[in-house]
């Protein structure tokens, strides 16, 4: 293994690491436009020159692979006017767009100018003018005068996409980054282009002019978009609340996680949170009563479900009582929701699954058909039909038209994904007590007798388990919107109100039981899930058929 | 260094006490009778353009302002009319007091600006008056030189400027004083009208 030193320190690496790499491991932060590291390498931007000893000129860090001896400078006179001169040549024809940019906050021209540059412009040439404000997709507008050419989004389509949308077109400072003629950058991961552009010339439609990025709070969470589970940060506004017009969160961004989605995500997860902050939102307890919704408070709600729950059990039995739980709920939830249904309640008919019915978009990169983040903790938990010898959610719904189950409590689902319109109506109309509990209004929810707001991924902590048995951990980023509450608390509070109470106050007593509990979290807790994530065990395997769909 | 050095030692005069009490009460009966006798000619209507107490007899006579003052906020436009405020964001992110309420909207018609403020409101019943924001443009969008002191309101909603009126105001030159290229005073064009009318 090659030996180098990088300004003094030395380091032993790997054969065939890059001079920028070895830097890195040093905590040495060497500037980069061009090279990302989930993309080949070009050296086009040349911002990351340093000085390696015995060689004529200064030489590029990203493709320079250490040899033995190797003795490098990343921060001398030398380096550093290197640095200032590529800036200064970088910012040539660049306009400084600043107050209207998006990148500006978290662009690197800004920052490098700021830590690096600081010349006087020598330039009294006009900038030469290209296209702005183009719209090259469904998701991305182009700016091509703010475009630096370092062809990070060219490669991103090339090498992981493999779509090969964009190109850089013309010779000299004419050159620009543009689609090939007659095509869209349309693809399933379009977002991640904007996300490594180093500038502001990929920016989001879905993002631009609505707020800036100072103003944003990021928190780590996971996708909920599909079972994948990419690892996210929530950006929200919190120092701004009054800004977006009531919609807290401005964007998801990937974040790196080696096992899971290495830098990227999905359009679909990346675009797919507007729920949230919907108006469709249930924010408050509520009831109906001839056919017109009304609100209530939590204490009287819980009362009567669980007084409405109690008889209904009473008088017909428990195998009157369908329950349908979601994989879209955290393993905390669904551990809440066990213990309440089948514990305190004794009941058998609880299941979760409810088969799509059209197919999910999947892909060998990272989309999953199943778009549901939990569907393996759900299994994991035995909350199915088949763990519990109770009624399959298809079963529940027949007997439902035929009026032997009597009463039907639902969690986040909507029905008609699974079922046709008709025959929910049909099933649902003749239950006599229909409990919805979740985020949203949809066709189920408003078949029901009582609605319970949940809250949703963003405004709750817990855990998902992924496709592959890894558990992730999600954070709250905001409170809760208007009365709804996490599912575990509501599921807490009608046990309480029947008798047994679960003595949890956090998500982390919750899932502490669960550890217990279910032998596949065996030794599990917080502190060991981490940010990346953990294998439940028995699933190393899986593990690496994931990660070799990422390389392949 | 202790920060009371700054200050002039005191002159053999000052340190005998007296004479300097004695100076301080002839310069305050000085003014008191000089007051008095102008005041009593122009109540006897025998010369009215005399000017009596160093105060400012507010409303009828303004005072000159001086150009740093800084007073009510507008916003300024470009020469098609347009406001120059790109919804940048910068005074409302500097501003100690959060009183500033921007939401930028998308001018596509135009790729060359791009954006511009759909609503600007500016909470004067906030505003500390530090001129932040005006330091913080980056356009020269907005400025405090209207000029304008009176600035008040029965409920609290109308203490906050919006957009259109920000747009619409133009700096009163003639409330502020001119100077010479010396930089002495020359003109109190306001103050003198005001005296005349
Ligand atoms: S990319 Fe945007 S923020 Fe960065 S320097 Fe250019 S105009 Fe300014
Ligand atoms: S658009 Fe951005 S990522 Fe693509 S080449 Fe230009 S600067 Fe690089
Ligand atoms: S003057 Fe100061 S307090 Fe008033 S709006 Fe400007 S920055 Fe805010
Ligand atoms: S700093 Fe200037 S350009 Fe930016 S939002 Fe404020 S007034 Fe508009
Ligand atoms: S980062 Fe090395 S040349 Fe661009």
């Given at each position: 293994m090659?030996k180098?030193?990088?300004?003094g320190?030395e380091i032993?690496?790997?054969?065939g690491?890059t001079?920028?790499q070895?830097?890195?491991q040093?905590?040495i932060e060497?500037?980069?436009?061009?090279?990302?590291?989930?993309?080949?390498?070009v050296?086009?931007c040349?911002?990351?020159l340093?000085e390696i000893?015995?060689?004529p000129?200064?030489q590029v860090?990203c493709?320079?692979?250490?040899?033995?001896?190797?003795?490098?400078h990343?921060?001398n006179e030398k380096?550093?006017?290197?640095?200032r001169?590529?800036?200064e040549?970088?910012?040539?024809n660049?306009p400084?767009d600043?107050?209207?940019?998006?990148?500006?906050?978290?662009?690197?021209?800004?920052?490098?100018?700021?830590?690096?540059g600081?010349?006087?412009s020598k330039?009294f040439?006009?900038k030469v003018?290209k296209?702005k404000a183009?719209?090259?997709g469904?998701?991305v507008m182009?700016?091509?005068?703010?475009?630096?050419l370092?062809?990070?989004?060219?490669?991103f389509?090339?090498?992981i996409?493999?779509t090969?949308e964009?190109?850089i077109f013309?010779?000299?400072?004419?050159?620009?980054?543009l689609?090939?003629?007659g095509?869209e950058l349309?693809n399933?991961y379009?977002?991640?282009t904007?996300d490594?552009?180093?500038v502001g010339a990929?920016?989001d439609?879905?993002?631009r002019f609505r707020?800036?990025?100072?103003?944003?709070?990021?928190t780590?969470?996971v996708c909920?978009?599909?079972s994948t589970?990419?690892?996210i940060?929530?950006?929200?506004n919190?120092k701004r609340?009054?800004?977006?017009g009531?919609?807290?969160?401005?964007?998801?961004?990937?974040r790196?996680n080696p096992?899971?989605?290495q830098?990227?995500?999905?359009?679909?997860?990346?675009y797919?949170?507007t729920y949230v902050?919907d108006?469709?939102?249930?924010v408050?307890p509520?009831?109906k009563t001839?056919?017109?919704?009304?609100e209530?408070s939590?204490?009287?709600?819980?009362?009567?479900?669980?007084?409405?729950?109690k008889d209904?059990?009473?008088k017909?039995?428990?195998?009157?009582?369908?329950?349908?739980?979601?994989?879209?709920m955290?393993?905390e939830?669904l551990?809440?929701a066990?213990?309440f249904?089948?514990e305190t309640?004794?009941?058998e008919?609880?299941?979760?699954e409810v088969a799509?019915r059209e197919?999910g978009?999947?892909?060998?990169?990272l989309?999953?058909?199943?778009?549901?983040?939990?569907?393996?903790g759900a299994?994991k938990l035995?909350?199915?039909?088949?763990?519990?010898s109770g009624?399959e959610?298809?079963q529940m719904l027949a007997?439902a038209?035929?009026?032997?189950l009597k009463a039907?409590?639902?969690c986040h689902?909507d029905?008609e994904?699974?079922?046709n319109?008709?025959?929910?109506?049909?099933?649902l109309s003749?239950?006599d007590l229909?409990?919805?509990?979740?985020?949203?209004q949809?066709?189920?929810?408003?078949?029901?007798?009582?609605?319970l707001p949940s809250?949703?991924?963003v405004?709750?902590?817990?855990?998902?388990t992924?496709?592959a048995?890894r558990v992730?951990?999600i954070?709250k980023?905001v409170?809760p919107?208007?009365e709804?509450?996490?599912?575990?608390?509501?599921?807490?509070?009608?046990?309480?109100?029947?008798?047994k109470?679960?003595?949890?106050?956090?998500?982390e007593d919750?899932?502490?039981a669960l550890?217990?509990?279910v032998?596949?979290f065996?030794?599990l807790?917080?502190?060991?899930?981490g940010?990346?994530?953990?294998?439940?065990?028995g699933h190393?395997e899986s593990?690496?058929k994931?990660?070799?769909?990422l390389?392949? | 260094?202790?920060?009371?050095?700054?200050?002039?030692?005191l002159t053999?005069?000052e340190k005998?006490?007296?004479?300097a009490?004695?100076?301080?009460i002839?310069l305050?009966?000085?003014h008191?009778f000089?007051?008095?006798?102008?005041?009593?000619l122009r109540?006897?209507?025998?010369?009215?353009s005399?000017?009596g107490?160093?105060?400012?007899?507010y409303?009828e006579?303004?005072?000159?302002?001086f150009?740093?003052l800084?007073?009510?906020?507008?916003?300024?436009k470009?020469?098609?009319g347009?406001?120059?405020c790109?919804?940048?964001m910068?005074?409302?992110?500097?501003?100690p007091?959060n009183?500033?309420?921007?939401?930028?909207d998308?001018?596509?018609?135009?790729?060359?600006?791009?954006?511009?403020?759909?609503?600007f409101?500016?909470?004067l019943?906030?505003?500390i008056?530090?001129?932040?924001?005006?330091?913080?443009c980056p356009?020269?969008a907005?400025?405090?030189?209207t000029?304008i002191?009176?600035?008040s309101?029965?409920t609290?909603n109308?203490?906050?400027?919006?957009?259109e009126t920000?747009?619409?105001?133009?700096?009163?030159?003639?409330?502020y004083?001119k100077y010479t290229?010396?930089?002495?005073?020359v003109?109190?064009?306001?103050?003198?009208q005001s005296?005349?009318?």
């Amino acid at each position: 293994m090659p030996k180098i030193t990088i300004d003094g320190t030395e380091i032993e690496v790997e054969k065939g690491t890059t001079v920028i790499q070895a830097a890195e491991q040093l905590g040495i932060e060497i500037p980069r436009y061009c090279y990302h590291p989930g993309l080949s390498i070009v050296g086009v931007c040349r911002i990351c020159l340093v000085e390696i000893e015995r060689m004529p000129k200064l030489q590029v860090a990203c493709y320079t692979p250490v040899t033995d001896g190797m003795v490098v400078h990343t921060n001398n006179e030398k380096v550093l006017q290197a640095r200032r001169a590529v800036l200064e040549f970088l910012l040539i024809n660049h306009p400084l767009d600043c107050p209207v940019c998006d990148q500006a906050g978290e662009c690197w021209l800004q920052n490098f100018y700021m830590q690096h540059g600081l010349y006087d412009s020598k330039m009294f040439e006009d900038k030469v003018k290209k296209q702005k404000a183009l719209d090259i997709g469904p998701n991305v507008m182009l700016d091509s005068e703010r475009c630096i050419l370092c062809s990070r989004c060219v490669r991103f389509c090339d090498e992981i996409t493999e779509t090969f949308e964009l190109g850089i077109f013309n010779r000299g400072d004419h050159a620009e980054l543009l689609p090939y003629p007659g095509q869209e950058l349309d693809n399933k991961y379009s977002g991640n282009t904007i996300d490594i552009c180093p500038v502001g010339a990929l920016t989001d439609k879905d993002f631009r002019f609505r707020t800036r990025v100072w103003y944003l709070t990021e928190t780590p969470s996971v996708c909920p978009g599909c079972s994948t589970g990419c690892n996210i940060s929530v950006h929200h506004n919190d120092k701004r609340p009054y800004k977006a017009g009531g919609i807290r969160i401005s964007r998801l961004k990937p974040r790196y996680n080696p096992e899971v989605n290495q830098w990227w995500m999905c359009d679909e997860g990346r675009y797919g949170f507007t729920y949230v902050d919907d108006d469709s939102r249930i924010v408050a307890p509520q009831k109906k009563t001839r056919g017109r919704w009304q609100e209530l408070s939590w204490n009287d709600a819980i009362d009567e479900i669980a007084n409405k729950m109690k008889d209904t059990i009473d008088k017909h039995g428990a195998e009157a009582f369908g329950v349908i739980l979601s994989p879209q709920m955290t393993n905390e939830d669904l551990f809440a929701a066990k213990r309440f249904f089948k514990e305190t309640l004794e009941l058998e008919n609880i299941d979760f699954e409810v088969a799509a019915r059209e197919k999910g978009y999947e892909d060998d990169f990272l989309m999953k058909a199943d778009k549901n983040p939990n569907t393996e903790g759900a299994k994991k938990l035995g909350v199915s039909a088949m763990d519990n010898s109770g009624l399959e959610v298809a079963q529940m719904l027949a007997e439902a038209k035929d009026k032997r189950l009597k009463a039907l409590y639902i969690c986040h689902h909507d029905l008609e994904k699974g079922f046709n319109k008709e025959e929910v109506k049909a099933a649902l109309s003749k239950v006599d007590l229909v409990i919805f509990q979740g985020t949203n209004q949809n066709l189920t929810s408003n078949l029901a007798n009582y609605c319970l707001p949940s809250a949703t991924f963003v405004e709750i902590d817990g855990t998902f388990t992924n496709f592959a048995g890894r558990v992730q951990r999600i954070h709250k980023a905001v409170e809760p919107l208007g009365e709804s509450k996490p599912d575990w608390i509501i599921f807490r509070n009608l046990s309480k109100r029947l008798g047994k109470s679960m003595p949890y106050f956090e998500p982390e007593d919750v899932f502490n039981a669960l550890v217990e509990e279910v032998d596949a979290f065996k030794g599990l807790s917080y502190e060991k899930i981490g940010e990346h994530g953990i294998l439940l065990d028995g699933h190393e395997e899986s593990a690496e058929k994931e990660m070799g769909a990422l390389v392949a | 260094m202790n920060i009371h050095d700054k200050y002039k030692p005191l002159t053999f005069w000052e340190k005998l006490y007296l004479p300097a009490i004695i100076a301080g009460i002839w310069l305050t009966s000085k003014h008191f009778f000089r007051n008095l006798t102008l005041h009593i000619l122009r109540a006897l209507r025998i010369r009215r353009s005399a000017m009596g107490a160093v105060t400012i007899q507010y409303p009828e006579f303004l005072r000159p302002l001086f150009p740093r003052l800084r007073t009510m906020h507008r916003l300024t436009k470009r020469e098609d009319g347009t406001p120059r405020c790109v919804a940048c964001m910068m005074c409302e992110t500097v501003c100690p007091a959060n009183c500033i309420y921007i939401i930028a909207d998308e001018k596509l018609e135009d790729p060359q600006i791009e954006k511009m403020p759909k609503s600007f409101d500016i909470d004067l019943g906030l505003c500390i008056f530090c001129g932040y924001c005006v330091e913080a443009c980056p356009e020269d969008a907005i400025r405090m030189d209207t000029g304008i002191l009176e600035i008040s309101n029965l409920t609290r909603n109308g203490m906050v400027l919006d957009m259109e009126t920000m747009l619409n105001l133009e700096p009163r030159q003639d409330r502020y004083v001119k100077y010479t290229k010396e930089g002495d005073i020359v003109s109190q064009e306001y103050l003198k009208q005001s005296k005349s009318e």
